[in-house]
């Protein structure tokens, strides 16, 4: 299989690392590739929302796998937007990375991949747009992955204690679901070797209110966690508080049920025990 990859982020990243023997060829988009040299063994594409290269949209023709992680912006998906003609031509398996974040608030209520989503926020009635787009274009075969909150080497409770940019937001009722990034390049690699589209909340089994996490991460490091903040008085930017605007408990029964996943980081605890025993990861840097 030949492996293509719209938007080289964290977790299509991750994949690679995971999951490249299983390829015949990696390619994947970046914005500048004379500036990455961390991706050693990728070809690298050069993709900032117009219509790229020749050699890049053959290199899209040929693959039997695309992999799209760009997220879209104010004006849509920028991916169907420059090579929707592309796209719409040849069977080939997608993977659309999307969120859970459009399911919108429920109070903290539980909600699977039949609820129909209902965000107030405009990027997540993007995502559902995108999501859309990209089921008329394939056809209807592409597997929909929405992801929860991502965390993993680097990026985790642990980086940002360390770091001093830990912060204990309190706001009653509040929950979110996260994923490790292994859990992201397992459910990655179901829907590859899945027969035919679909949609999967890919999310760990233990839906937390966020102060939670950092309070175990200051246990396992021997450090007292931040001072507790009210939600209501709290300084934070507009796109930090908007995270807080939806709470809701997503159900992952499917994923288990239907690509047969079984996450390696069932609950955040799992999580940040194992990046505390990897040293490597502990003291990764957060880019």
Known sequence: ????????????????????????????????????DDLAGIELHGFSGSRPADATV????????????????????????????????????????????????????????????QSSLDRARMRVAAEQAWTETTHGDVAVLRL??????????????????????????????????????????????????????VCDDEPTPPQDVITYAAQLMGVAPPAEEAFATAEMSAMARSFY?????????????????TLAHPTYRHGLDALWRDDDARLAPTK
Not at 4 to 19: K, N, Q, T
Not at 91 to 103: C, D, N, P
Not at 178 to 183: F, L
């Open 148 to 201: 929860a909150g991502i965390y993993g080497p680097g990026r985790n409770a642990l980086v940002t204690l360390r770091g001093g940019a830990a912060r204990r937001i309190i706001k009653p009722g509040q929950v979110f679901n996260r994923i490790h990034v292994d859990d992201i390049a397992s459910a990655i690699m179901a829907a590859v070797r899945h027969q035919g589209g679909g949609t999967w909340n």
């Open 1 to 36: 299989m030949r492996l293509f990859i719209l938007g080289l982020g964290y977790s299509a990243r991750h994949f690679v690392g995971r999951f490249g023997d299983s390829f015949s060829h990696v390619a994947g988009t970046v914005r500048d590739p004379a500036k990455r």
């Open 58 to 117: 053959a290199r899209i023709r040929d693959a039997d796998v695309l992999l799209i992680s760009i997220p879209p912006g104010n004006t849509g998906d920028p991916t169907l937007a420059a090579l929707g003609d592309v796209l719409a031509s040849g069977r080939r398996k997608v993977v659309y990375l999307s969120t859970i974040g459009v399911y919108g608030d429920h109070a903290g209520g539980w909600v699977d991949e039949s609820t129909p989503p």
């Open 245 to 261: 605007a939806s709470s809701a408990r997503v159900s992952n029964a499917r994923l288990k049920q239907e690509l047969g996943v």
